[in-house]
């Protein structure tokens, strides 16, 4: 049985450019662009350099988050699945934080791949601070929480370490 740690990293990741030329799609099937694509690359490496490869994946079925997260994985060197939750499309955060309420808490290092304004607000409520959360901007919030149920209860006990942004030119 793994050990249970006393403080969670929870990294909120907002999916990469989406592709909006393919209008006879629906909103949840757009795919990325190039630039996405290239963001996508970007942060999955960076998550590698800053040794913070998440233990545990959680994506909205958005094609541009599922997108987002296969890079990350390839990109990071991560080794276990992406878990896809369609409840994180066109939800609101309170709904993000019930379902990161929901991790098991073996893991440790979670990363949410989602959409906003879910994920700025997300970050509003887990830390009283406002941030613009543009595509594939990445989020590190370190909560002092056992379980990740306590998060519900316990939002008083995060703390915003970092944003990062993928500053890719545009195409």
Request: proline fraction near 2%; charge should be positive.
């Amino acid at each position: 049985m793994a050990l249970i740690d006393n403080k969670k990293t929870l990294l909120v990741l907002r999916h990469a450019k989406s592709n909006w030329k393919e209008d006879s799609l629906i909103d949840h099937e757009r795919s990325l662009n190039k630039r996405g694509r290239n963001q996508g690359s970007k942060m999955g490496k960076l998550l590698r350099e800053l040794n913070l490869v998440p233990d545990y994946i959680i994506s909205s079925t958005a094609k541009r988050a599922i997108d987002t997260s296969e890079l990350i994985v390839e990109f990071s060197g991560f080794k276990g699945k992406i878990n896809s939750d369609s409840s994180l499309y066109n939800q609101t955060s309170e709904q993000y934080i019930k379902v990161i309420a929901d991790i098991p808490d073996i893991y440790s290092r979670v990363l949410i791949v989602g959409h906003n304004p879910s994920i700025e607000n997300l970050i509003e409520k887990l830390t009283n601070r406002i941030e613009i959360m543009k595509t594939c901007y990445l989020a590190r919030i370190d909560i002092n929480i056992k379980r990740w149920k306590d998060i519900i209860s316990e939002r008083d006990k995060s703390v915003l370490i970092n944003i990062w942004r993928p500053n890719i030119k545009k195409e």
